[in-house]
Nanobody, 127 residues
C-alpha cells in the first residue's frame, strides 16, 4: 500500500486545514486508518484513527473537538479536518494504515501497530 499525504501548509492560529491521504495498491476498506504527527525534536505521536466502516473514531485528547477524521472508501482516501488550529499543532503529519483485525470498537494508537506509512505533510501554525 502506498499512502500520499497532502494538504499541509502555513496557517494562522484559529485557522483551518484539511489534510488528505490518498492510497494506492490496496483498497483501504480493509484497513484501519490513522494520522500521526511529529514536531521538531519530538517523537511521532498518535492524532486520530478511524475504523474500516467509519463507525468508530479515536483522537488525541488535545485535538478532540477541533479535529475530525473521515474516510471515503470509494475514493480510497482518508481526511483530517483541522479547525481552531493552535501553534502547538505545528508538526509533520503522517497518515498510516493498519491491516490487523481487532475485536469490538478498539483502535490502534501506537506507531508499531501500523503497517504502512505515507511521506508526511508539513503543517505550520503561526501565532
Amino acid at each position: 500500500v502506498q499512502l500520499q499525504a497532502s494538504g499541509g501548509g502555513l496557517v494562522q492560529a484559529g485557522g483551518s486545514l484539511r489534510l488528505s491521504c490518498a492510497a494506492s495498491g490496496r483498497a483501504i476498506s480493509s484497513l484501519i486508518m490513522g494520522w500521526f504527527r511529529q514536531a521538531p525534536g519530538k517523537e511521532r505521536v498518535f492524532v486520530a484513527a478511524i475504523s474500516r466502516t467509519a463507525d468508530t473514531t479515536g483522537y488525541l485528547d488535545s485535538v478532540k473537538g477541533r479535529f475530525t477524521i473521515s474516510r471515503d472508501n470509494a475514493k480510497n482516501t482518508v481526511y483530517l479536518q483541522m479547525d481552531s488550529l493552535e501553534p502547538e499543532d505545528t508538526a509533520v503529519y503522517y497518515c498510516a494504515a493498519d491491516r490487523a483485525a481487532y475485536s469490538g470498537y478498539w483502535l490502534p494508537r501506537t506507531r508499531p501497530q501500523y503497517d504502512y506509512w505515507g511521506q508526511g505533510t508539513q503543517v505550520t501554525v503561526s501565532s
